[in-house]
């Protein structure tokens, strides 16, 4: 069994990552978009190039390291929460267990104000639900949807 460390991370030999898999690159929890191995040439060990979408700000980051050399992948979880308020700076959120939650903020950009909408427009036989990542610390909204 692989141990995770503080930052909620373990060890992955590079090798063994795959494309939509997740890799921490340049520090930053990402999910691989885009993986090439080089052959071995005159310098010895074959590496792998890798290319990431940070999971929290999308932004593309790239990294190039031996194969053989281990690499950190965060621990990713995927939660959904029904959507109870929506504030001006953050979302009051009810977990499956009728827990709230007020401390994820409302995400920038038009998920936003699609969210904002659609909160506005539920119906009584309507239920407004966020999926939300959360890797290395930190949560972000990253879905929502209607669910009757």
Same mark, same amino acid.
């Given at each position: 069994?692989?141990?995770?460390?503080?930052?909620?991370?373990?060890?992955?030999?590079?090798? $063994? *990552?795959? #494309? +939509?898999?997740? $890799? *921490?690159? #340049? +520090?930053?929890?990402?999910?691989?978009?885009?993986?090439?191995?080089?052959?071995?040439?005159?310098?010895?060990?074959?590496?792998?190039?890798?290319?990431g979408i940070d999971l929290f700000t999308g932004k593309k980051h790239q990294e190039c390291c031996p194969s053989t050399h281990n690499m950190d992948v965060p621990v990713v979880t995927h939660e959904e929460f029904i959507v109870v308020d929506v504030g001006s700076t953050f979302l009051s959120l009810m977990d499956d267990n009728g827990r709230l939650r007020s401390d994820i903020r409302i995400p920038e950009g038009p998920i936003a104000s699609e969210m904002k909408s659609k909160f506005a427009e539920v119906s009584d036989d309507e239920t407004l639900v966020v999926s939300v990542v959360k890797a290395m610390g930190q949560e972000k909204v990253r879905a929502i949807k209607l669910v009757k």
């Open positions: 069994m692989t141990s995770v460390d503080s930052a909620g991370t373990y060890p992955v030999q590079c090798s $063994a *990552l795959r #494309k +939509g898999g997740y $890799a *921490l690159i #340049k +520090g930053h929890p990402c999910k691989v978009v885009e993986m090439v191995t080089c052959k071995t040439g005159k310098h010895g060990r074959a590496k792998v190039s890798l290319i």
